[in-house]
């Protein structure tokens, strides 16, 4: 799997095998294997993304974030009823602000998660929280 086209920061530690393309880490950053990061993707310094997990596009994390293992952020809502098909306007952005830690197996959605927030393992995000 490979890594095309990123922005890496100092001391940023990845485990392949991984894919990431197009996408931004800050410094002493960490990714784990079996992750996929999309492009556009900002992640913020000394933040940790487990294994498993799936970043999309439009998604952006703040600084001393913790995504944890399986974590699936998700961009398209089926607005029609159906995926949308790769017609990007239907997409909606996820920002996720600094001191963030997601559990294991939880999905967010196109949501803004302020700073300081734990998120329980297999949790659903499906509102922002402020």
Not at 59 to 87: K, R, T, W, Y
Request: with cysteine; aromatic share 6%; charged share 15%.
């Amino acid at each position: 799997m490979p890594i095309r086209d990123c922005k890496l920061g100092v001391d940023t530690k990845i485990i392949e095998p991984v894919n990431l393309y197009e996408c931004s880490l800050g410094d002493a950053c960490f990714v784990g294997p079996f992750v996929e990061i999309q492009k556009g993707v900002s992640i913020g310094a000394h933040s940790k993304v487990q294994s498993h997990s799936f970043i999309c596009e439009l998604v952006s994390i703040g600084e001393h974030c913790f995504i944890g293992h399986g974590v699936m952020f998700v961009n398209d809502l089926f607005s029609d009823g159906a995926p949308a098909g790769g017609d990007k306007s239907k997409w909606k952005a996820t920002h996720i602000g600094n001191h963030v830690s997601i559990g294991s197996n939880a999905t967010i959605l196109p949501v803004s998660i302020c700073d300081h927030v734990v998120i329980g393992a297999g949790a659903v995000v499906t509102k922002d929280i402020s």
